[in-house]
């Protein structure tokens, strides 16, 4: 019942009670409903939503924020959190601000889960977002799954995401499906078909391998041969030794930017002359950062726009936002969480002062690039699909560890 219906029935009934003309039981049962329709009525009332409160509106982010895979973290905190910084500078959503808690999973999927629990039962927040990993999101998967809680723009592509449909799960970026389609078919088309994978040996590595086969299954090539490298390791012996004697023309690797790095140049010292493909988990400006003067030539595929072309209204506005926030650094990463942040403001706007979980949900639902210009990328939303993009684009790194497009 909306608000101002509630204070014009407070009011009728309040005059009804004090009317000595009417029985006392029945006074008595009208000053109850005085007393009910009242505390409907009052501010807190329309708040009472998890994480919502007249001022406020709090939502959770597991991620790396510390170890091997912390800048990803890092950087998607920093893009969405400039974000909902400016839009709380403007008076916020509704007249509340957005307020995000990070919780240290160090890229683990127990911490995840554990912190999962906690941000949805003890700190009661609004919705998740901007998680980041397969593994930890799966973690997460069946808790908010169970608790009914928004689950939105986490940072992988994979399929467990995606199928079968969920309600609470939004994705902003492409599927890893999208992702190694287009890395093969760059490879195939320009004669390069002794093709080999490096992959991490856990949910988001096997993710990935599986659109590398899926890909190439496409295009009738086999495989050349897989390697494997533990999450959060460094030691890649193993996975040299393995590869190297195929003499592989190109090795895609699904992995995340420390063992990335230490692969690469693990091959390199061995002699290795070929090229190197990576999906955009990987972490492509501490990819880059990592490498230093190894890094020139290696290939990155990306799901969002090149963040150092202000030409396009969604950069621009990215660029202008960060720096505002005293962070002059660009990377994909932190543009994707300033997309994500973005969207789902917009999200909160459509739902109403009167929000409620469900509320956001139904509002997602509504965005599409006919009624929603996010500035030159595109999210298509509906109550049967929320997977909002298909955008690949492919990037190299050059000197100095910067990028070209």
Known sequence: MPFYRLQISSSILNRLASLALIPTPI??????????FGCAASPGALASEAGVTDQKIVLG????????AAQLGIQMNAGAKAYFDAVNAQGGVHGRRVEIIQADDKYEADLAAANTKRLIETDNVFALFGYVGTPTSNAALPIFTQAHVPFFAPFTGAESL???FNRDVFNIRASYFDETEHLVDRLVKTGIKNIAVFYQNDAYGRAGL????RALKLMKVEMVATATVERNSTDVSAAVAKILPKKPDAIIQISAYASCAAYIRSMQKAGYTGQFYNVSFVGSQALADTLGKDGPGVVISQVVPFPWHGALPIVSEYQKVMTKSGVKDWNFSSLEGFIAAKVFIEGLRRAGRELTREKLVRALETINRNNFDTGGFDVDFSPTNHNGSKYVDMTVITKDAKFRD
């Open 27 to 36: 006074r008595s049962a009208l000053a109850v409903a005085v007393l009910a």
């Open 61 to 68: 982010q597991s991620a790396a924020f510390t170890g091997p």
């Open 162 to 164: 995606r199928q079968p």
């Open 210 to 213: 599986a659109g590398v086969e």
